[in-house]
């Protein structure tokens, strides 16, 4: 069966257990140890690590956005009173998308933010590879948690500023507020109203809720090694193992296996029909197998 959802990530999970509690910094001094390069900031998603970012540091009106650009990422730059646009050059953007963990090759000079908002990086990888000031993950698309985005800064400072401009704004009921919202959000439109609306007020998240970020985070290589095993054994299963040479580029896992033109499934497998905007010339629908979705 051919569908058109776009949705190819990890299913969402409120994954409170074991209860931990911390705080932002512990996370983030974690992180920066086991990485490469950059300053992580965790924001509570990444529609408002977006917007904070152009808020506080951009200083343009308009902002070149990728092709098919989501529409988080069309309201994260709306909420920072700027406008987005799609050039008709998609080389040289304001955000460049590492489309499903594609590395975008085609950008002509650095982006200001590089969205890799699903892409699963490897221990020790190297960060902001594009020359980007910034570079976004989204620990929802990632790990499949309800919650949680880590802001990578090139400059220290402007970390520093991000982190300050965050716990300024704490407000301990509407945090709780939002984590109830964010757990019943996909219920209506309205619930999803209310939640967005307190997600674009760049509240902290509950020590609780770094808690949750904290043991996921812990577990990266566990979760990295166990992600690049499944993607090896479904090409085996289609035996597309000859498409292994897509793991390149800082060696983070595609999200989607794309399935070679006119390729017939022997496997009881759903495909999904999507617009591929990096690596190509200009969109083209691709179809693919989100292996991910179910775990």
Not at 148 to 175: F, P, V
Request: glycine fraction near 4%; include cysteine; charged fraction near 20%.
């Amino acid at each position: 069966m051919v569908t058109t959802d776009g949705a190819v990530w990890p299913r969402q999970r409120l994954r409170l257990f074991p209860i931990k509690f911390t705080k932002a910094k512990s996370v983030e001094d974690y992180l920066e140890v086991k990485f490469a390069a950059g300053y992580p900031v965790l924001f509570s998603s990444g529609r408002v690590a977006l917007s904070t970012v152009l808020k506080t540091f951009y200083n343009k009106d308009l902002v070149h956005l990728f092709p098919y650009a989501s529409q988080c990422v069309v309201k994260s730059v709306l909420n920072a009173n700027l406008i987005p646009v799609t050039p008709l050059d998609s080389t040289v953007l304001d955000i460049s998308y590492n489309q499903w963990g594609r590395f975008n090759t085609a950008i002509k000079m650095s982006p200001f933010i590089e969205d890799s908002i699903d892409s699963l990086y490897p221990i020790g990888a190297k960060i902001l590879r594009s020359g980007a000031d910034f570079e976004v993950w989204s620990l929802a698309k990632i790990l499949g948690l309800k919650f949680g985005a880590i802001m990578w800064c090139k400059d220290q400072n402007q970390a520093h500023e991000l982190r300050r401009i965050r716990d300024n704004n704490t407000n301990t009921k509407l945090s709780i507020l939002r984590l109830f919202l964010s757990l019943i959000k996909g219920w209506n439109p309205i619930c999803f109203r209310f939640w967005e609306k307190l997600e674009f007020r760049n509240l902290p998240l509950l020590s609780i809720e770094y808690g949750v970020i904290s043991n996921s985070v812990s577990r990266w290589e566990r979760i990295y090694n166990n992600r690049l095993y499944m993607y090896k054994s479904v090409l085996r299963e289609l035996s597309l193992q000859e498409l292994n040479f897509e793991i390149e580029y800082g060696s983070v896992i595609p999200v989607v296996i794309d399935l070679p033109l006119g390729f017939k499934l022997s496997c009881n497998r759903s495909v999904k029909s999507l617009h591929r905007v990096v690596g190509t010339d200009k969109p083209v629908k691709v179809d693919v197998i989100a292996y991910q979705e179910h775990l």
